[in-house]
């Protein structure tokens, strides 16, 4: 095996920048977890989007109503890390912000420069 | 089976079962919604609708392992996960080559380098006798 595997090829900039992105998700779930006014400002906001995603398919109506409160139930109290990890994964493709991640660990970052 | 399988491995990753049925209905009802929303801007909202909409539903949720993964792949694709691959299989065998090129060896130039060229150059002009 290669002297620092993993540390001295700039090829493995794939790693770094999964991690990077893997790093952003989470970070959401865990200022949820740490600061409650973002927690509830999280959740208003995901209450909001699965309202609008739910109305845009179904129009107005009782079911709407019904299926964002069981979208609601599961999405942002039940499982509600999965629900802001979701909506942040989204809402970053659709910026392209993952793409600046990976751009940024091959270029500005360079975290696989070799240590000398 | 993945949540069988992996409360067989770890049995205190139960909820990773609960999660996996949850997650599976949500996406049942998106898939549901889907169905509804383009056969009714297609047909409307009379009885054939119904029945298409009871028809495509039947065909989809009696094979939902395999039409669920499409309508996953299909949403990662919408939202533009293929951007990162692209970038990916660009950049990385980029990034290689610019490594075989170097011998391996990282040769970006810094302020040291720089330093040290002009000095050589400086050392060349006083023997050219410029100075």
Known sequence: ?116 | MIPLLVNSINPNLLFIQELFGDMNFVLKIFVLMTIVSYVTQHLGKGPIALIVIAVIGWMIFSNFAIFGSIYVIYMLVLFGVTQILMDFFILAPQAMMEQNMQGGVENQPNGADMQDRQRKMMQMRQKMGMF
């Open chain 1, 1 to 116: 095996m290669k002297k620092n595997f993993l540390m001295n090829e700039k090829g493995n900039f794939i790693f770094i920048a999964l991690g990077l992105m893997i790093g952003v998700v989470v970070l959401l779930p865990v200022l949820m977890y740490a600061f409650e006014p973002i927690d509830i400002i999280i959740k208003i906001f995901l209450v909001f989007m699965i309202f609008q995603t739910v109305r845009g398919f179904l129009g107005n109506g009782t079911m709407t109503l019904l299926v964002s409160g069981i979208l609601i139930y599961f999405l942002v109290i039940k499982w509600w890390w999965i629900g802001a990890s979701g909506w942040l994964i989204i809402t970053l493709f659709t910026f392209g912000a993952f793409s600046i991640i990976t751009w940024g660990s091959k270029t500005v970052l360079d975290l696989t420069k070799p240590k000398h």
